[in-house]
Nanobody
């Protein structure tokens, strides 16, 4: 069974940084497009950043210039470096692995809280 396990969340002051990691197991990691989503209380889940199997990246406008997504296929891990954090970045962050609409996996989420 495929597993995606996020780590690195926590409480940080506005302006601070966090690095999220998502480690995959029982998955041929390098053939999946990977992404980070987030969901704040009372809001829909939204795409934060994505990276294709060819390492092309895409970012939500709200995080461009502050967040960086990267992947290490040798370690089956995708990262999200988050700098200049804002209170509005507070959410549960989820890792996603996708090949198609029928082959998609989610992690359990990690809480990021940014205090003002």
């Amino acid at each position: 069974q495929v597993q995606l396990v996020e780590s690195g969340g926590g409480l940080v002051q506005a302006g601070g940084s966090l690095r999220l990691s998502c480690a995959g197991s029982r998955i041929t990691f390098n053939i999946y497009d990977m992404a980070w989503y987030r969901q704040a209380p009372g809001k829909q889940r939204e795409l934060v950043a994505s990276i294709t199997k060819g390492s092309s990246t895409n970012y939500a406008d709200s995080v461009k210039g502050r967040f960086t997504i990267s992947r290490d296929n040798a370690k089956n891990t995708v990262y999200l470096q988050m700098n200049s954090l804002k209170p509005e970045d507070t959410a549960v962050y989820y890792c996603n692995a996708k090949i198609s609409s029928v082959r998609e996996y989610w992690g359990q989420g990690t809480q990021v809280t940014v205090s003002s």
